[in-house]
T-cell receptor, first 113, second 111 residues
Framework: GAGVSQSPRYKVAKRGQDVALRCDPI?????LFWYQQALGQGPEFLTY????????KSGLPSDRFFAERPEGSVSTLKIQRTQQEDSAVYLC???????????FGQGTRLTVV | QKEVEQDPGPLSVPEGAIVSLNCTYS??????FMWYRQYSRKGPELLMY????GNKEDGRFTAQVDKSSKYISLFIRDSQPSDSATYLC???????????FGTGTSLTVIP
């Protein structure tokens, strides 16, 4: 595709609800990243995939957060039992192998009420 | 102390002014340096990408990296109202798999 596509753009969840956020990376991009951006802050790293392998998940804030990329393309970030502090914009980025320039999607704005 | 420090502003300048945006960092392993522009309610858009020290120019934008001082800059010449956005610096070590971002500087260019 032309760019990184994320869906939904906006999600309102009741506290305790599970949510799933989707990312379609740029076609052919091997690497995929998830970042969390709180209001007024820069993005913070959550996790990284190379193809289908999750090579780094050191940024996931708790075991309620889970990410997968089963076929090395589309990725899903799942948050179980959402809490108010999970409210943020979740950004997905992708890049070609061997190229450190990463391209971001529009993000999913999650609001937990 | 955060690994990347960036003055959040806000910064307000008249149209046509030269804008200087800066970040400092503490990790000497950082080798790749990027500037992203983020409009309200949009994702970050890559503006400039630099490897190691030196300058890089692209149109009205110039990126500078001074690794000895652990200091990077983005200059915008002849600023336009359409440049009004938040500017994020980001950096990563060689072979690194995550980018470390500053908090972003909010810029408004007044017509």
């Amino acid at each position: 595709g032309a760019g990184v596509s994320q869906s939904p753009r906006y999600k309102v969840a009741k506290r305790g609800q599970d949510v799933a956020l989707r990312c379609d990376p740029i076609s052919g991009h091997v690497s995929l990243f998830w970042y969390q951006q709180a209001l007024g802050q820069g993005p913070e790293f959550l996790t990284y995939f190379q193809n289908e392998a999750q090579l780094d998940k050191s940024g996931l804030p708790s075991d309620r957060f889970f990410a997968e990329r089963p076929e090395g393309s589309v990725s899903t970030l799942k948050i179980q039992r959402t809490q108010q502090e999970d409210s943020a914009v979740y950004l997905c980025a992708s890049r070609r192998q061997g190229n450190t320039e990463a391209f971001f999607g529009q993000g999913t704005r999650l609001t937990v009420v | 102390q955060k690994e990347v420090e960036q003055d959040p502003g806000p910064l307000s300048v008249p149209e046509g002014a030269i804008v200087s945006l800066n970040c400092t960092y503490s990790n000497s392993a950082f080798q790749y340096f990027m500037w992203y522009r983020q409009y309200s309610r949009k994702g970050p858009e890559l503006l400039m990408y630099t490897y190691s020290s030196g300058n890089k120019e692209d149109g009205r934008f110039t990126a500078q990296v001074d690794k000895s001082s652990k200091y990077i800059s983005l200059f915008i010449r002849d600023s336009q109202p359409s440049d009004s956005a938040t500017y994020l610096c980001a950096m990563s070590p060689s072979g690194g798999n995550q980018f470390y971002f500053g908090t972003g500087t909010s810029l408004t260019v007044i017509p």
